[in-house]
């Protein structure tokens, strides 16, 4: 099992800035993907930014410019950097993991969420 634990959410006025931590710990094998979603009250779940084991990031449109999406595999840690917030940001912010664990001398691959935290935006 991998555990993902966000951190760094809070209240920020419009044009502030907050970044986000999430540590993953467990039987970790290895992480592959590393990604934010975000949820608004009565709103899907939506995907902020994903990142790849390589680094490469992937943003949506809605956060292109404004947020940095990045990873240190060495701590297993995810990372994302929100500069001009908007009050449309404010969501529960969380963190996605498809990670691979080690137990019992077997491999598997499995789908992680966190417990998500929480991100205001005043206008």
């Known amino acids: 099992q991998v555990q993902l634990v966000e951190s760094g959410g809070g209240l920020v006025q419009a044009g502030g800035s907050l970044r986000l931590s999430c540590a993953a710990s467990g039987s970790i094998f290895r992480i592959n993907v590393m990604a934010w979603y975000r949820q608004a009250p009565g709103k899907q779940r939506e995907r902020v930014a994903s990142?790849?084991?390589?680094?490469?990031?992937n943003y949506a449109d809605s956060v292109k410019g404004r947020f940095t999406i990045s990873r240190d595999n060495a701590k297993n840690t995810l990372y994302l950097q929100m500069n001009s917030l908007k009050p449309e940001d404010t969501a529960v912010y969380y963190c996605?993991?498809?990670?691979?664990?080690?137990?019992?001398?077997?491999?598997?691959?499995?789908?992680?969420w966190g417990q998500g935290t929480q991100v205001t935006v005043s206008s």
């Open positions: 990142i790849t084991t390589s680094g490469r990031p």
């Open positions: 996605y993991t498809d990670a691979t664990t080690y137990v019992d001398s077997r491999t598997t691959d499995s789908r992680y």
